[in-house]
């Protein structure tokens, strides 16, 4: 079966942030004067910078295919579970740019992409909106970068879609969080 362009960025996405990680752990241990406590001071040295750097970097993440699992579950490393709130930060402005800029910019384009798909989901989304986006985000079924734009095309509304969206989150961005930090507890140091 041959993989599809779309598939092999996905891949791509996941295979270059395993080699990232693997890269830091890496030179981390190689390093005998280096830890992941010195790495963790040393990014919070630069004390309002680095949330608002993790949080534009979780904006553009998007573009060297890395997967938001990976990006939250380094705020855990670095951060542990006080890296929530930058988490969630960092959702909310990632759900609401690619919502916004799919909706007003991108709308026909994707639901030429989508073909017939769309009137099934929007059905649904019309008739249940707040639920069946937390169902969306609960429910892991495709990227979360995708859900923003297909979430764009039905006509579910911004405030519904904002709430239901990190009402959804909530739990994976916690469980992911609470693994970065025992990650960084127990087995990098």
């Known amino acids: 079966m041959a993989l599809s362009g779309y598939n092999k960025k996905i891949i791509f996405g996941w295979a270059f942030s395993v080699l990232l990680i693997a890269g830091l752990a ?11 406590d010195t790495l963790k001071e040393w990014i ?19 573009v060297f295919f890395i997967p938001m699992s990976v990006m939250v579950t380094i705020a855990g490393v670095l951060w542990g579970l006080p890296g929530l709130i930058y988490v969630i930060s960092a959702v ?4 609401s ?13 994707i639901e030429r992409r989508l073909k ?26 495709i990227m979360f970068d995708m859900q923003n734009m297909i979430l764009a095309v039905t006509k579910v509304r911004y405030g519904d ?5 990190l009402l959804g989150m909530l739990p994976a961005c916690f469980i992911l969080v609470f693994a970065g930090d025992s990650l960084s507890s127990y087995m990098l140091k």
């Open 116 to 141: 017939g798909k769309v009137k099934k989901i929007r059905g649904t989304i019309e008739k249940h909106g707040f639920v069946s986006v937390v169902l969306v985000r609960v429910i892991p079924n």
């Open 97 to 109: 740019f690619e919502f916004l800029i799919a909706r007003y910019f991108f709308r026909e384009k």
């Open 26 to 36: 890496w030179a981390i241990k190689s390093q005998s004067d280096f830890t992941i």
């Open 161 to 165: 879609y904002i709430v239901a969206t």
């Open 44 to 62: 919070r040295s630069w004390g309002f910078w680095s949330p608002v750097f993790f949080i534009l970097i979780f904006q553009i993440r998007i």
């Open 92 to 95: 909310f402005l990632c759900a």
